[in-house]
């Protein structure tokens, strides 16, 4: 149980906090802490436009992972005390296995908040390096256009092309619609992205490639406002756009009581 929550939470990255509080009122601060910073809305756009809302967004990140954190340690004890007490007779089973039970609710909700910090730093990230970038490194971004659809074949072609030539898989960072490109208003489904500077010999090889092939890419040189995250060659057309960004996180799952 010990190394799942390691696993979960970076606990190294915390190792300076205080002796934790086992206390009931303890437990239901950050709970409250959790419901007010997985599900509060904060957008991509609200992000870009103003720095204090980065800062916002860097600070419930950090307490989201904290709280959560704390709270399976605190159940984590309660598991130890639980099993303890069970086999000396002082607890009924079923107290164990609501314990355990209760625990795997609160690994989930650590899901929620291991995904959701992710994602607001790397916005926050993002919208720091399109703010810094200012007018330096010449054009941000190359586009090709191609009427070629960008099809599951089409990607195989590519991908082993790619491993003929330097020997090793194309880095693929994401393919089709995932939770980040939602966070920034992006329909990003029959899309992919690979984790390659559109400078870089195997970038300018790859680019050279899919012209070759008349299959339509984007090459962003750096993090670019509500579009790029940062450096990285997209394949296929261009993503659309919702009306608004969704928040990266829209279900809620509460877990503990």
């Not at 601060?29 to 720095?51: F, G, P």
């Not at 090709?144 to 693929?172: C, K, N, Q």
């Not at 899309?191 to 012209?211: C, Q």
Request: proline content about 5%; overall charge neutral; some cysteine.
């Amino acid at each position: 149980m010990r190394l799942i929550c390691l696993a979960l939470l970076a606990v190294s990255a915390f190792a300076d906090e205080p002796v934790l509080d086992l206390s009931p009122e303890a437990d239901q601060h950050d709970d409250i802490v959790l419901q007010n910073t997985l599900y509060v809305s904060i957008t991509a756009d609200d992000i870009y436009r103003n720095e204090s809302v980065q800062d916002l967004a860097q600070l419930q990140a950090e307490e989201m992972m904290k709280a959560s954190k704390r709270r399976m340690d605190r159940q984590e004890k309660r598991i130890e005390t639980l099993k303890e007490q069970v086999e000396q007779g002082k607890a009924a089973p079923a107290e164990l296995t609501a314990a355990i039970q209760e625990m795997n609710r609160r690994i989930e909700v650590s899901y929620l908040a291991l995904s959701r910090a992710s994602i607001l730093q790397e916005i926050v990230r993002s919208a720091q390096a399109e703010r810094n970038r200012g007018t330096k490194g010449g054009r941000a971004m190359e586009r090709y256009d191609s009427a070629r659809p960008f099809t599951p074949s089409v990607l195989r072609s590519v991908e082993t092309a790619y491993l003929r030539r330097f020997g090793r898989p194309l880095p693929i960072s994401a393919q089709g619609d995932t939770a980040l490109h939602r966070a920034l208003g992006l329909d990003h489904s029959g899309r992919v992205d690979v984790a390659i500077h559109p400078d870089s010999p195997e970038g300018i090889w790859l680019r050279k490639f899919l012209e070759s092939q008349h299959i339509p890419y984007y090459g962003f040189r750096t993090a670019m406002l509500g579009s790029a995250t940062a450096p990285h060659i997209h394949m296929g057309p261009g993503s659309v756009r919702y009306r608004s960004a969704k928040p990266p996180i829209v279900a809620r799952t509460t877990g503990a009581q």
